[in-house]
């Protein structure tokens, strides 16, 4: 029999349920989300300060970039890696492990004299908060029985909306009227406090049958298999998709996939046994959670240009016309969990996923001058629609993973999130460059403005990439006016090209949400065994 076989369909809860303070289900929910909230926080705030940061440490851009790539890529390597480590030694020590190790490293980064040293302790930042984020999907799902673990997800899905909500604003207000090492620094008394809470509140569970080694080969192959595959991405627009460099990574990406599919089937206590696959409901919701973060990560990244660049807003008022979007994530994540509980998860995810597909296409025909009342329709229902898969797709993935693995299943949720969020980035810019590169030079001359040579228009077209008209210093009002509305038209062109793209990614994720359903290990997780 291979190991792959020996996943058991349930795992055995023989303890008690607890009592008291400790390990009491919403007080854990409470703790959790403190922690969650300072990660997710962090993951809008910092690229308030980047230009900050760039000003006051002399970083060139790469370096700025690398701010920012470095946290992702060891967030995205080690997350099912940092799950598998809860489900071997207890998601609550994970947790707490997580929580210190994040705010030490946000200390570290706002004593930081170099820009070196922010780089090396934002990907500090990303390990540890590998550790956190898959520990409290097992914290859940051990401590909630399976009536209310959707109501609890969708809490938790309440707390990521807000706080990615609220980064942009409080990290715009810090900088400010502050400094950008205060962006840091905040982390550090509600990291306190969540360690606090932590110790207090959060019981250790353990399943009967929980891993009693670690799969070491397995943990370097598949760190290896996703630092190609998400450095490929974070690369693509800059090499090129056909590029040696570009293709070497991804070639290196599925080796490594290959050599660690096949090591799983052979080892004793995999990382990552290949049974748990079986669970068509478990593989499609991973499917659809990599669907969900292309269409609305890789969206979303250009609404933030449009927002600065094209109606000239600051970060604080760009993060404020968003909360329609954030405002419905949060009400709506509760709400969900509600349905999800009465009708199960296939329902809402369709719907879900119909409503972002309905948004995508709305957003795909903003203009430079559409009002913010429309602008907030189109985010207000792209907000209804994510809040129900954010919730019901980790139940799926979650619920349908045996308890002791549900640490790995939370890595797995969490990881399909971030390659789909860098995917659809990657692809969408692609999509973003070409169609500026199709029609800018017509556009162009169109306009009757003054001719560019070849180095030129490829330097005015990496600034149309992102909204930016590239008039020329000193250049006359009725110049400028013309530069400007050429850019921004072809700007905008291909953001809706983009959002065309999202729109139909949206739509299969619908269909791949058809073969969900409730998770069938979801009742295991109440009557775990605690130590």
């Known amino acids: 029999m291979s190991a792959e076989d020996r996943v058991p369909e349930k795992a055995p809860g023989p303890g008690p349920a607890p009592t008291g303070l400790r390990g009491h289900p919403w007080l854990t929910l409470f703790a959790v989300a403190i922690g969650v909230m300072m990660v997710t926080l962090d993951g809008t705030i910092v690229a308030v300060a980047n230009p900050a940061i760039q000003q006051d440490l002399g970083a060139s851009l790469a370096d700025v970039q690398w701010i920012t790539n470095g946290y992702l890529l060891a967030l995205a390597v080690s997350l099912i890696t940092a799950g598998k480590l809860g489900d071997r030694f207890g998601h609550r020590q994970t947790f707490l492990l997580g929580i210190t190790g994040f705010a030490a490293a946000s200390a570290a980064i706002g004593l930081s004299s170099s820009v070196e040293l922010v780089i090396g302790c934002r990907v500090a930042q990303g390990l540890f908060g590998a550790l ?42 810090l900088v400010e009227n502050a400094s950008w090492q205060s962006v840091f620094f905040i982390n550090v008394p ?15 569970h353990r399943a009967d049958n929980a891993p ?31 590029d040696p460099l570009t293709l070497v990574f991804l070639g290196v990406s599925l080796l490594c996939f290959a050599a660690f599919a096949v090591w799983e089937s052979k080892v004793a206590e995999p990382l990552i046994p290949l049974g748990l696959f079986r669970s068509l409901p478990l593989s499609a919701g991973t499917v659809l959670m990599v669907l969900m973060a292309f269409a609305f990560m890789g969206g979303l990244f250009f609404v933030t240009f449009y927002l600065q660049n094209v109606h000239g807003m600051s970060p604080v008022d760009s993060g404020l016309h968003l909360l329609p979007l954030t405002g419905m994530m949060i009400v709506g994540s509760p709400l969900a969990g509600a349905a999800i509980t009465a009708v199960g998860p296939r329902i809402p995810l369709v ?23 429309t602008m907030s329709l189109w985010f207000a229902l792209l907000g209804v629609g994510l809040a129900p898969v954010m919730v019901g797709a980790t139940e799926v993935i979650v619920g349908n993973a045996p308890l002791e693995l549900s640490g790995v299943a939370g890595g797995l949720q969490q990881a399909a999130m971030q390659v789909g969020g860098s995917l659809g980035t990657a692809v969408l810019g692609a999509v973003m460059a070409r169609t500026v590169g199709n029609s800018f030079g017509d556009n162009w001359q169109a306009a009757q403005l ?37 850019a921004h038209d072809t700007f905008v ?28 290990n979801a009742a295991a997780g109440a009557g775990a065994a605690h130590v």
């Open 351 to 373: 719907a879900g996923m119909l409503a972002t597909a309905a948004a995508c296409c709305g957003m795909s025909r903003l203009t430079p001058d559409t009002a913010t009342l």
């Open 132 to 173: 956190l984020m898959p520990a409290a999907l097992g914290l859940l799902r051990a401590t909630f029985p399976a009536e209310k673990l959707n109501m609890a997800i969708g809490i938790w899905g309440m707390v990521i909306g807000a706080s990615t909500a609220a980064g942009p604003i409080v990290g715009g207000l």
């Open 493 to 520: 062109s291909g953001m809706s090209a983009a959002f065309t793209v999202a729109g139909v990614v949206a739509v299969l994720a619908a269909l791949v949400a058809c073969f969900t359903k409730r998770g069938e």
């Open 450 to 486: 003054p001719p560019l040579d070849a180095q030129q228009l490829g330097l005015a077209e990496k600034g149309v990439q992102v909204g930016i008209a590239p008039v020329p210093p000193g250049a006359p009002a009725q110049l400028t006016e013309a530069i400007t509305t050429v």
């Open 190 to 204: 509600v990291g306190v406090v969540a360690l606090a809470f932590g110790l207090f509140i959060l019981l250790d």
């Open 212 to 242: 009693r080694s670690f799969d070491l080969l397995g943990v370097v192959l598949l760190s290896g298999a996703m630092f190609s595959l998400v450095w490929a991405l974070i690369k693509a627009s800059e090499w090129g998709w056909g």
